[in-house]
C-alpha cells in the first residue's frame, strides 16, 4: 500500500462548489504539506502542519483552507472554487529527516 | 527567502547521449537540495539528495549531481540517457523545514 494516498485523483466541479480534497499517510511523520502545481510554475505550498495543533499558511493560500484531523490526515478545501484554482494538488509529508514524499497527486478542474 | 532557477523549461536529448538539467538556488548558506522526478500521471519521487556528506551524489537509476557553492549550482547527470528517463524533473532546496522548488525543466529522449 502506498504510503501517501489522495483522494479523489481526480475531480472535476463547477465554479462556486465548495469541495475537499484528502490526504491521508502511513509513515508516521509529523510534518504535511498542500502543494499546488501548474505548468511553467512548479510546486508552490499552500499550507503546511508541523503536528495537529500547528497549522501555516505558504505561498498561496487564499482560496484555500486545511484542516489536520489527526497525525494521519490533512484535508484541503476550496470554500468556493474558481476556475484559477484548476490545477494538479499534492499532499507531501516529512519526518526527521529532510525529505518529503509525495502523494499520486488529485487532478481539479473547475469549470 | 531561496528561490530556484532550472535553465531551459525542455530539454531534449538522444538515446544514449549525456543528460545535463540545471539548477541555480540563491542562498548564500549551502541548504539541503534535491532533485525530484515526476513521471506521467504520477506524483513525485526523490531521485537524489545533498545534505553536505559529499558534493557528489548519487541517486537512483543512474543519476548523479554536484553541489558547487560557488556557483551555488546543483546540476543533475547522466551518462546516457534511456527512453524510460523521460519525464519532468524537479530541484529543490529547504527553507527551514520547507521546499521551495524550481520550475521544473521536461527531459524528452528521442530514439
Known amino acids: 500500500d502506498a504510503d501517501v494516498t489522495q483522494t479523489p485523483r481526480n475531480r472535476i466541479t463547477k465554479t462556486g462548489k465548495r469541495i475537499m480534497l484528502e490526504c491521508s499517510q502511513t509513515?508516521?511523520?509529523?510534518?504535511m504539506y498542500w502543494y499546488r502545481q501548474d505548468p511553467g510554475l512548479g510546486l508552490r505550498l499552500i499550507y503546511y502542519?508541523?503536528?495537529?495543533?500547528?497549522?501555516n499558511k505558504g505561498e498561496i493560500s487564499d482560496g484555500y483552507s486545511v484542516s489536520r484531523q489527526a497525525q494521519a490526515k490533512f484535508s484541503l478545501s476550496l470554500e468556493s472554487a474558481i476556475p484559477n484554482q484548476t490545477a494538479l494538488y499534492f499532499c507531501?509529508?516529512?519526518?526527521?529527516?529532510?525529505?518529503?514524499?509525495f502523494g499520486p497527486g488529485t487532478r481539479l478542474t473547475v469549470l | 527567502a531561496q528561490s530556484v532557477t532550472q535553465l531551459g523549461s525542455h530539454v531534449s536529448v538522444s538515446e544514449g547521449a549525456l543528460v545535463l538539467l540545471r539548477c541555480n538556488y540563491s542562498s548564500s548558506v549551502p541548504p539541503y537540495l534535491f532533485w525530484y522526478v515526476q513521471y506521467p500521471n504520477q506524483g513525485l519521487q526523490l531521485l537524489l539528495k545533498y545534505t553536505s556528506a559529499a558534493t557528489l551524489v548519487k541517486g537512483i537509476n543512474g543519476f548523479e549531481a554536484e553541489f558547487k557553492k560557488s556557483e551555488t549550482s546543483f546540476h543533475l547527470t547522466k551518462p546516457s540517457a534511456h527512453m524510460s528517463d523521460a519525464a519532468e524533473y524537479f530541484c529543490a532546496v529547504t527553507e527551514g523545514w520547507n521546499f521551495v522548488f524550481g520550475p521544473g525543466t521536461r527531459l524528452s529522449v528521442l530514439p
Open positions: 509513515k508516521g511523520h509529523d510534518r
Open positions: 502542519s508541523f503536528d495537529v495543533k500547528d497549522i
Open positions: 507531501a509529508t516529512g519526518g526527521s529527516e529532510d525529505t518529503q514524499y
